[in-house]
């Protein structure tokens, strides 16, 4: 300011208020720099120049000063920080808990050399072996989140065989139903041979018997290709709950699609499909003789018919 002057009323707020109020400062000048007065001597300046001026040495403490000013801006910026810490704080501890969250959702860390690799496919191995068992068997495991899309997996493959046949066995059903006298009068004709009259021959029961018995085939193999299928998603949704764990997180919470092992998910399916696929046509051929066997049955004690039938068929 110009000599002769001063800044108390600015000072005490008279001319333009502030909220927080002024603090006065007596920086040093250019040529004080150029004099290489250093900030220490400078402030020892102020000190006096302050104590020593007719106006500024008679105002009350913390008017003047750079020191009242740093005690002034610490005093503020303490306020501050006391009355937005608490929300600082909070979004702190929600930042963390979210991290926490998101570290649990990835699992454990991807395994890095070749013993971790093996030893981590073996596991996984073992897991899923135990899992699909468990699963048949309708054994519930407490260690592991139940599941509900493999809720009841041994009671629906129980329910499939339970329903095998049962067109057949229902007390509605006849094995001579689709049969009408003129069609057992023309079977019993036409395998008559050489045999007394009045004396139908076993041919014509087997004639009548065979395409009755051939209609089992059908729902046999109809079971089989259900329990396949069955057994083929069972094995790809436990696979999935094991490998595809909390990669990617979407809006909805209980929807989490995973990323992390695509390549090694789809080998284990790939290997899975494959094994069932090649059980299910050893499986096929062994039922399929099984039927044919028991089409094959000869339904009679007759030595006399038997004998020359079994020499034939030695020959």
């Known amino acids: 300011m110009d000599k002769g002057t001063n800044a108390k009323r600015m000072l005490y707020g008279q001319d333009i208020p502030l909220r927080l109020g002024y603090v006065g400062v007596k920086g040093r000048s ?3 720099i ?20 007719p106006v500024y040495s008679t105002l009350p403490p913390g008017f003047v000063g750079t020191e009242a000013l740093v005690q002034k801006l610490m005093k503020i910026f303490y306020h501050h920080i006391k ?9 702190v501890i929600t930042k963390i808990t979210e991290c ?41 495991d407490l260690k592991s989140p139940p599941d509900a899309s493999l809720a009841a997996s041994s009671a629906t ?25 003129q069609d057992i009068e023309r079977a019993v004709k036409i395998h ?3 045999s007394l009259s009045g004396f139908p021959t076993i041919d014509a029961f087997l004639f009548l018997l065979g395409p009755q018995l051939e209609r089992i085939k059908e729902p046999v193999l109809d079971l089989l290709a259900s329990v396949h299928s069955f057994l083929e998603e069972t ?11 909390y990669s990617l997180i979407l809006s909805v919470k209980a929807l989490k699609i995973s990323t992390r092992f695509p390549k090694l998910t789809s080998e284990l399916i790939d290997m899975v499909t494959r094994y069932l696929d090649k059980e299910r046509q050893f499986t096929k051929k062994l039922v399929v003789n099984i ?8 339904f009679t004690n007759d030595s006399e018919y038997l004998k020359p039938r079994q020499t034939v068929m030695t020959v």
């Not at 150029?34 to 001026?53: P, T």
């Not at 493959?157 to 006298?181: C, P, W």
């Not at 696979?239 to 764990?245: D, P």
């Open 34 to 53: 150029i004099n290489h007065v250093s900030v220490k001597e400078g402030l020892e300046m102020e000190k006096h120049f302050f104590a020593s001026h």
């Open 30 to 32: 250019q040529l004080d």
């Open 100 to 140: 926490e969250e998101r570290l649990e959702d990835l699992g454990t860390p991807l395994p890095a050399d070749e013993s971790e690799k093996y030893n981590f496919l073996f596991k996984t191995v073992t897991k899923f072996c135990e899992a699909f068992k468990d699963q048949l068997t309708g054994r519930y």
């Open 192 to 194: 008559e041979g050489d």
């Open 83 to 91: 009355a937005i810490m608490p929300d600082i704080y909070q979004e």
């Open 235 to 245: 094995a790809t949704r436990i696979i999935n709950s094991q490998l595809q764990r």
């Open 291 to 298: 039927i044919d066997a028991e089409l094959g049955y000869l």
């Open 157 to 181: 493959v129980r329910q499939m065989f339970n329903e095998l046949y049962t067109e057949f066995t229902g007390k509605k059903f006849h094995a001579t139903m689709i049969y009408s006298d």
